[in-house]
């Protein structure tokens, strides 16, 4: 008979219960693969078990209730008792990331948390393995699943974005409540994880900013067709001037870019650093047995030990003002001049463009410009001088471009 290696698990929802019935069905191969067998110890929910009496039975704790406490109370509570840690909370490891991975170091235990970003992309692994020895310089992510399934749709079938998160809710892939997903606060959780990882610089969910995509319309999607643009919200993670860029918004992509084939509720991280160019990582990004998949695979990690608890050998500054190539959407009057007008005044901002759409519609005219990069700041303070202008209908929308392709 082997050994047995017992798990405690703080949690028993879509991932808790998916989690627990994986562990039975993959026992008896991680038993035969490993020469150790993984047990359920306990269970704890808000209606059964004793968080106490669960650590004195276990020998790793597996911590899928989300939330910051008692998550976090009982992540540290585990660590200092000697006992590993996996974990798919997000929210927890972007807030108190810097705590928690001191007291893994200090107690000699594994923290590990796959499951936090990207489901089961097995992105975090990579970072702190496999690119371990690369100099990661920039990280694009799609980490939400709910937005890329909305955004998808919209343009798939032209329906608005009500109609889209109303269809995503149906299908379950968006929950009663979407606001993290919706705002971009979910993924500015992911991103800050990322970022923290990849640049070994303590980054938590603060620092990031981040937009959703509430502010979307069909029109845009109609464009950015016409423009050879694919338009998804995206976190970037990047090292900028001597410091970092941590951030999320929707962003237009060309073609060529990895990530603008990501369609539905999948995820997919690329990665670029010099000596590897890009690599990009992509799958399913939620649910019960995807995510319980990545939180057993960690699981298993930590029973043959050892893998490194990531400390931080940076301090590098957050860049808030940085480069991006820009769309942007304008319903002017329809009369001579002013499109030269518009033109001026982005000439004035050192902003320079790239391509221009014209749309007739009645006395008014639509125009959609793509520009090349510029600082987010002089581009900002063209568009605003471009919103006071007597000709135009409505105020100018811009959304920025990753003009990056790897053909
Ligand atoms: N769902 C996904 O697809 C997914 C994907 C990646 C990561 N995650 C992360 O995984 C974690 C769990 O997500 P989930 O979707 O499985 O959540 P969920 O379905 O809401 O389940 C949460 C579980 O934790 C228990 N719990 C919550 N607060 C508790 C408390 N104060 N004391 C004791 N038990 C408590 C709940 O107990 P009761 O049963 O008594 O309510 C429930 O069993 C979150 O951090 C989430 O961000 C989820």
Redesign the pocket.
Known sequence: MPDTFRIGL???????AAFAELLEERADAIAAITGIRPVLSGV????RGEFTALLDDSDLIVE????IE?ARSHALAAMRAGRHVVS????LLSQHGEELWAQARESGVQLRFE??VA?VVPVIRVLQESLAGAHVERIHGIVNGTTNYILSEMRRSGASYADALRQAQELGYAEADPTDDVTGRDAAAKMAILARLAFSTPVSIDQVTYEGIEQITADDMAHADELGLGLKLIGTAERVEGGISVRVHPAFLYGGHPLASVDGPFNAVTIEAPAITEITLSGPG???PQ?ASAVLGDVISAMIPPASTPETIDSLPIVADVVSAFYLHMEVEDRPGVLARIAEILGESGASIRSVVQHGMGDNARLVMVMHPITESSFYAGVERIAQLPFLRSRPRAIRVIDEEFM
């Open positions: 703080l949690g028993h929802g879509t991932v808790g704890l929910t808000r209606s899928v209730m989300g939330g008692p798919a909370n997000k929210l499951g936090a489901g939620a649910g019960g995510t």
